[in-house]
């Protein structure tokens, strides 16, 4: 089968399953798909934030909280959370923490989960 075969066969599979395809977020590079998960974390932690939009500074600090894991094992341990909830500490620009929802495990298939796939996606900063 031909890799775009494959590729095209994959998606579909999950659309099957539930899943949404972004045609829109196809082909795009890597910070534009960290610019809808920051406005999927905005949305999710609306009350936490008290409805101020995290800053370019605060959202780093999460991008950097993510590049901690240097294991699949590390990754599961930070979704997995507490109580089914991952979370990243996060410390606001006037000084308040709070630690911020990134992953609903007990809401697999429901409630504030997406799941979403997107192809193609641009890489500009690969070694």
Do not use: C
């Amino acid at each position: 089968m031909a890799e775009d075969k494959f590729e095209q066969a994959v998606i579909e599979k999950l659309k099957s399953e539930g899943w949404d395809y972004l045609s829109e977020y196809s082909g795009v590079t890597v910070d534009r798909l960290y610019d809808h998960w920051r406005d999927i974390l905005n949305a999710n932690n609306r009350k936490r934030l008290e409805d101020t939009p995290l800053s370019d500074n605060e959202f780093e600090q999460v991008k950097l909280e993510l590049t901690k894991n240097k294991t699949p094992y590390d990754a599961q341990l930070m979704l997995a959370g507490a109580g089914g909830v991952g979370t990243v500490p996060l410390n606001r620009d006037d000084g308040t923490q709070l630690e911020l929802e990134i992953f609903y495990g007990d809401e697999v298939a429901g409630g504030h989960s997406r799941y979403e796939v997107v192809n193609q996606i641009t890489f500009t900063d690969l070694a």
